[in-house]
């Protein structure tokens, strides 16, 4: 699994200029499966995710999780996070999962984090989707669980 996490005063993203989900502050999780990625690993992601100390304490320092200030989830598929550019300008999206896995293994972080979380939102499994957000800090994390 890849993940980009992106610390957000508020995140949205929208589909046919309709809004399908959003946050205030919180996580925006972009995700993307890769075809050796099992519901194991996805339970393990969304821990990492949940006990993230990325969010401010009264020191200033990064050592709170998205649980300890109840922020909320936006979880995103997204499988260019699997491009590789090494072959030229042109990238290559071999590396993510075929589209039904990756549905599967999206629909199963979805499923994992709202057991897990009381605040997740999600985009739209291979829609067109724009995402909107202001990134807070600006703090950006890439997460590989392989």
């Keep these: ?21 959003a946050i205030g502050p919180g996580l925006l999780v972009l995700v ?19 006990k993230l100390r990325i969010f401010s304490d009264e020191a200033g320092k990064m050592n709170r999780s998205v649980q300890d200030v109840a922020g909320g989830l936006l979880i995103v598929s997204q499988f260019t996070l699997a491009a590789d550019t090494s072959g030229g300008n042109r990238p290559s999206f071999t590396g993510a999962a075929p589209a039904a896995l990756g549905r599967a293994l999206y629909e199963e972080t979805l499923r994992v984090a709202r057991e897990r979380h009381p605040v997740v939102e999600a985009g739209e499994f291979g829609a067109d989707m724009q995402v909107s957000l202001v990134n807070d800090g600006p703090v950006t994390i890439p997460i590989t669980l392989r």
């Design 32 to 50: 993307c499966a890769e075809p050796a990625d099992t519901p194991a690993l996805v339970a393990k992601l969304v821990d990492k995710l949940l």
């Design 1 to 21: 699994m890849i993940a980009l996490v992106q610390r957000v005063t508020r995140a949205q993203v929208e589909v046919a200029g309709r809004t399908v989900g």
